[in-house]
């Protein structure tokens, strides 16, 4: 794998195709063919979807003479784009075991047959900005392939390994700090640089009162401690809605974490404690960030902590203005030494080094800002317009991308989203305060 | 009933308390003591609540020799107030036949006795702030012992009326049309000027686009075009959301809202259809404003107004920003003219006169924005800091009032929030749009 | 209260319709009203009901000249006649607060003024026989009326008294044993003395082979000493279906049965358990019938039972036609002495005496027979066909009556029936076992 | 495949576990994964599954030095056998895509081989019967991977098909008429002639009226004709149970019945409807059994018929003792002429000669008959003893076999059961009616 993008459109489709086949390599059929629950989608599926993309949006209004592969794959990998048309039910991804992988494979090389003729010609205008929309769209599937399997393949009771790793000696991590952050009248948004979706934009300004961000996000022995000091059972924590969930779905830790590791296996609160990872069940380590926990947790962890440092302004999460605006200035150290798909570490992996660490990669981070429009958004026009602005209700914000995400595809304007109880992506969290 | 708030805190707590008796007067122990559905408490629990919220935060701690009416109470009428222990559960407010409404009755006059001693008295530091927030919660419970109420009655199919009501000829509405806003860095916020909440403050500086609101909020006619476009069964119009919505819950129309009316109580798009109000049923009025609409009615309604203005800047709900900018400057004239709960209509009424109309009284207006903490907000210290920071998540701000709203409770900085498919609510929708 | 019932229809009719009303005299408006589950309705509405029967079956067919006091109740008052047409939904019954008590009473009074005009005449061919059924009809509702306000006093965390009583010294039980029974070719099913619903018809012949039933039914020492034993722990007592439900819905103890009472209210095992009851909480009474218990419960006691006996043919439920057949021979005993509607007790009492006790009254007795047609069966004609047949499928037959049953309703022939987890009515066990 | 079965034990083993694997040739890994309802299970289940009952059950305790093929699969395979200890979660079963397909199929050669070993040695007493029981259970489970199966392709908007088959020209169908049967006190049960189940026993009598049962099941076109008449949309005819579930379930035909068939693909009120089947869509057969029918719809069904014919005795189910009394003389041809699995047709096909037909074989047949205990019914001992009788409440009994039934399977006194509504089993209905 590499970390540098290739140039040309043609090298970039391959290069972004091969990885997402790559990804599926060590998989069986079986494996691919699962819906593990409602919110995931079957490997086969997010194989076909992705192709049915570039099919749909490319292909079908562009190249001259194209003949669909399969006539009912319009519907059947359609994922929610009425535009389109209708759309095989989202919950029986999994239910479809024909067309089989190996047919699904051949859609692919099908599709790719054609990409290359086209790519190959002169493109009409606005053709290059959809082919790089899907492979961006593509990029987002790999990661949600690792998560979806990753929740997959917790469900069995085997524990199974998707791919085994040997974890590197971690350096010795710098103790964490605050770095402060000025505010003002600020910009964010996409400044125009590369590809941007339109949630991204436009860029725009908003004003930030002085503030600061920790310098990593919470480890996992920082959650460790708070679970040792009870702060599941504590309603004072907690949104409204946050407690409600943590007792109606009996939340006791992140997504993962399982009772039962060896003693040894760690130290403090984090003994006792094992994660279940796409290398199977390991020990909690202490300075790598927590992850797969919810807005909900995420929320309440930074109000128990304001509560343990009672002198300090309290801690909260910052919002994704506060986080964008620190992140433009880092933004190039922390691609080149993040914590990306590529690296194949495949979980958080422990901070090193100084100032503002692992902004970009290891897990995205909760923000305090629900997901919507930037002032005078605009939505793409025809129906690629559906990709985001349907969904800017009910969300929060996420940002900086993970261990699971292309290092390509991240940048500091990048805005992820997911409902308050996700828990099944690599999602963690940073506090900030106002500045003292 | 009286327009003017009295100037003594006893008198003003004497005035709010008759107010709530007042509401509940025409009912009979029957209709006090029913939930219709979990989101609404019955009339006696309102009625007992409020007085559990003086006995509790003011009484308890602050009258010597306090003794509680019923020490069951604490529990029994403790909304969701961690703080003060357990709480009977909201969903079955409504099995509780004992205490009978008299001995509520004789709960509100054994606490108003004390109260009464209380506020004869000299008052400890901060006292007073605890009995203002007392009657502010207790105008927030009338609002709701009519929306409750409205709820109850709608539930029957005998559609029974709580008051009858006639109503007077409407003036001749001036056409509505958009009044310009010059943006820029503003403040909003609570300016100190009286009593406000927690989550009005800080007040503090957003920077604001261009833009303009409508003259008044969309009316039932629009809504009757709406709906006659086949809007409720048009995804494009809708967040996915809020299709999901309308489709699992079958939704064709404003809550209330029933097909039936004979053909001569309206024309055009709104004959044919009734709604349920306090006064049972009723014809549609087309220049009064929609209400009992939720945000995924009003942000799809926006949508479907674009579309049918394409050379307009596409409309769109405003901020809460945006709201309370342009609230500022007319706010005395809408407070003096305004359709509250003191005019006894119990409905939204059709516009009148120039300008910014109905910004204050009629319905709420949902915004698009998130309730979210300000820059800065901390929440009220002790157990009534759980008032309103721990509903911070998932749900809208609306903004300005409604018919059912007491005038002496309502200002421009007001944050009324509900999530997006409330409707039993008298909210309704304002269209904003950037500057042209 | 008179056990005798008096003989012209007239008083009968009379009779059955005050005590109807005296069993809702204690009760406030709100206690009538609300409705606690889904299976339970609310009293205001068994009061119109019941009426409404009347004036359905009888007075709109059979009065010449019958004005319908209210055309709406048609359909309000309708419980599940399709014939009759449509009705307002079950699950809805509690929010129906108009019309109000008093109304419900008028129309019971303008109803019993029409009936009184109708038995003054002569009765057309088949009137009588509708008359009957209905006062029988409203004997089961004076059954539900209790057992329903019974649930829903149970939900009060305040545990409300319906009315106190003093229980009398019970006598000394004696031991309880075995009585056996022949079995062979015997026949069941009404004999054609009296009232008889249509699902006891026709008579006819059944094969038992010869077995023995309890002399009385399970008490509530016995089933303290199933609990103590883990019996709600252990699937092996269970039904595949039975062990779901103990589990999914957290059953640990019969309804209303509550730890926390005082050590001294008890000895053995049924120290430290308090049942609620219509006379508030109470202590258990180690000889009277266990009650509040479903099928699965019953049933698993029998399998739990048998194992503590492992030299004895192992005990299970009797069927239908084996309590019929032993009841047959010792009813008019059962009758005199039984614990019915009118000892007032209104809860289950310890046994005394010999033989076959407390077959009739105290608690209806769960039986291994699922509610079927009887061969032959023919459901009445018109719409009162739907009385009884189009409910035999998934649910059990308990016999005998209960504590809470009118002495002039209850029978050897009669079936009552209840799906297997029901839990709200007076329903216990009693075991029987194959001849050793 | 052979109709007749081999005679030792060992080559009967291999047979029924060869038929097994022949069922699962045509499926894809991914086809043998998926589990499409919660009632049914991944083919890949039950070839582990049934390995697991000879390797827990005869293996474990018989076999000197028995190592298990995996330690972890004792709780992963157990289906239901709370006296072998845990059990994965039923709805779960789906989610385990590790072990693999091709390990699955290592534990079955494994099991074999251990099996060869052991019924190539002296039998302790009891193994044989186990065996037996264990080929039995695995037969039952052949019939249900052709059913799970069919539920899982009839979810794919593809319609694919298992097998092709090209159906036989229907001879013509005698027309269906009324069979006879004296009644009187008869003996039902097994009659210890070979295996049966603990269910079957013990051999006891029952009265039986006079009765008659109809030549043939209810045939498709008899079916089409009760939709035409609107059967569906019309509540008298249903269980009021069956009623609520037609309408919260809006079904309108049998299962994979479908709409839009060409119109020359059936005559009268066939045509028009499709039936998806394990050969794909098909136009229906009118003179072939209808399937896939709940017990709600049977019942509703008979209802219907007498309904159209007035001047007949009323029909309706019979019960399994009539069922099994008629079926006692007539087996050896029923067994004879039947279609079962080894027919390879896997549906129901038409009726053809005269007398009692397709008593054995093409559809399960609903009776009137709850699935209760036999008089004096013992479970089997030990874990084995949670097979039938745990299950023995709120299910119906069914008659027969079907077309996915092996016929070394299948006797007169055979029980199966399910719930009222379930539909995914071959499950038609054959009418009775009580003697003219």
Same mark, same amino acid.
């Given at each position: 794998?590499?970390?540098?993008?290739?140039?040309?459109?043609?090298?970039?489709?391959?290069?972004?195709?091969?990885?997402?086949?790559?990804?599926?390599?060590?998989?069986?059929?079986?494996?691919?063919?699962?819906?593990?629950?409602?919110?995931?989608?079957?490997?086969?599926?997010?194989?076909?979807?992705?192709?049915?993309?570039?099919?749909?949006?490319?292909?079908?209004?562009?190249?001259?003479?194209?003949?669909?592969?399969?006539?009912?794959?319009?519907?059947?990998?359609?994922?929610?784009?009425?535009?389109?048309?209708?759309?095989?039910?989202?919950?029986?991804?999994?239910?479809?075991?024909?067309?089989?992988?190996?047919?699904?494979?051949?859609?692919?090389?099908?599709?790719?047959?054609?990409?290359?003729?086209?790519? $190959? =010609?002169?493109?009409?205008? /606005?053709?290059?900005?959809?082919?790089?929309? @899907? %492979? &961006?769209?593509? +990029?987002?599937?790999?990661?949600?392939?690792?998560?979806?399997?990753?929740?997959?393949?917790?469900?069995?009771?085997?524990?199974?390994?998707?791919?085994?790793?040997?974890?590197?000696?971690?350096?010795?991590?710098?103790?964490?700090?605050?770095?402060?952050?000025?505010?003002?009248?600020?910009?964010?948004?996409?400044?125009?640089?590369?590809?941007?979706?339109?949630?991204?934009?436009?860029?725009?300004?908003?004003?930030?009162?002085?503030?600061?961000?920790?310098?990593?996000?919470?480890?996992?022995?920082?959650?460790?401690?708070?679970?040792?000091?009870?702060?599941?059972?504590?309603?004072?924590?907690?949104?409204?809605?946050?407690?409600?969930?943590?007792?109606?779905?009996?939340?006791?830790?992140?997504?993962?974490?399982?009772?039962?590791?060896?003693?040894?296996? $760690? =130290?403090?609160?984090?003994? /006792?404690?094992?994660?279940?990872?796409?290398? @199977? %069940? &390991?020990?909690? +380590?202490?300075?790598?960030?927590?992850?797969?926990?919810?807005?909900?947790?995420?929320?309440?962890?930074?109000?128990?902590?304001?509560?343990?440092?009672?002198?300090?302004?309290?801690?909260?999460?910052?919002?994704?203005?506060?986080?964008?605006?620190?992140?433009?200035?880092?933004?190039?150290?922390?691609?080149?030494?993040?914590?990306?798909?590529?690296?194949?570490?495949?979980?958080?992996?422990?901070?090193?080094?100084?100032?503002?660490?692992?902004?970009?990669?290891?897990?995205?981070?909760?923000?305090?800002?629900?997901?919507?429009?930037?002032?005078?958004?605009?939505?793409?026009?025809?129906?690629?317009?559906?990709?985001?602005?349907?969904?800017?209700?009910?969300?929060?914000?996420?940002?900086?991308?993970?261990?699971?995400?292309?290092?390509?595809?991240?940048?500091? =304007?990048?805005?992820?989203?997911?409902?308050?109880?996700?828990?099944?992506?690599?999602?963690?969290?940073?506090?900030?305060?106002?500045?003292?």
């Amino acid at each position: 794998m590499t970390a540098n993008p290739p140039h040309s459109l043609a090298a970039q489709y391959s290069a972004v195709r091969a990885q997402t086949l790559a990804l599926a390599a060590p998989l069986s059929e079986a494996d691919c063919q699962v819906q593990s629950m409602p919110d995931a989608s079957p490997v086969k599926w997010h194989l076909a979807h992705t192709t049915w993309f570039f099919e749909t949006f490319v292909l079908a209004p562009h190249l001259r003479g194209h003949q669909p592969f399969d006539a009912a794959f319009r519907v059947l990998f359609n994922s929610y784009y009425n535009g389109i048309g209708a759309q095989h039910p989202r919950t029986q991804r999994g239910l479809v075991t024909r067309p089989d992988l190996a047919t699904v494979r051949a859609y692919r090389r099908a599709v790719d047959a054609q990409m290359a003729d086209l790519l $190959g =010609s002169t493109l009409a205008p /606005g053709v290059a900005e959809l082919v790089q929309l @899907g %492979l &961006q769209h593509e +990029q987002q599937h790999q990661e949600l392939v690792l998560t979806d399997l990753l929740h997959l393949l917790s469900c069995n009771p085997l524990a199974p390994v998707y791919l085994p790793w040997a974890a590197a000696p971690a350096p010795a991590a710098a103790a964490p700090g605050w770095v402060d952050q000025a505010g003002g009248l600020v910009a964010i948004g996409d400044a125009g640089a590369g590809f941007a979706f339109d949630n991204e934009r436009p860029r725009h300004q908003q004003h930030l009162r002085p503030y600061a961000l920790a310098s990593r996000p919470v480890g996992q022995g920082d959650w460790a401690d708070f679970i040792a000091d009870g702060a599941y059972a504590e309603p004072r924590w907690w949104m409204s809605a946050g407690w409600d969930w943590v007792r109606s779905q009996q939340i006791t830790a992140p997504l993962h974490w399982r009772r039962g590791g060896s003693a040894g296996s $760690g =130290s403090g609160n984090t003994a /006792g404690w094992q994660q279940f990872s796409l290398h @199977g %069940l &390991q020990p909690l +380590q202490a300075d790598a960030p927590v992850c797969h926990i919810s807005w909900f947790e995420a929320d309440a962890y930074a109000r128990w902590h304001a509560a343990q440092h009672p002198g300090s302004p309290p801690t909260r999460l910052p919002t994704e203005a506060e986080w964008e605006h620190a992140a433009q200035a880092v933004a190039p150290q922390a691609l080149a030494g993040g914590n990306f798909l590529e690296s194949g570490a495949l979980q958080p992996l422990p901070a090193s080094g100084g100032g503002l660490q692992q902004l970009l990669g290891d897990v995205w981070e909760w923000t305090a800002s629900p997901y919507t429009a930037y002032p005078g958004y605009r939505p793409w026009a025809g129906a690629v317009g559906e990709y985001n602005g349907k969904f800017m209700v009910n969300q929060m914000v996420l940002r900086g991308g993970s261990c699971a995400t292309p290092r390509s595809h991240i940048r500091s =304007s990048y805005r992820n989203f997911f409902p308050t109880d996700a828990r099944w992506q690599f999602s963690g969290v940073r506090l900030a305060r106002d500045a003292g």
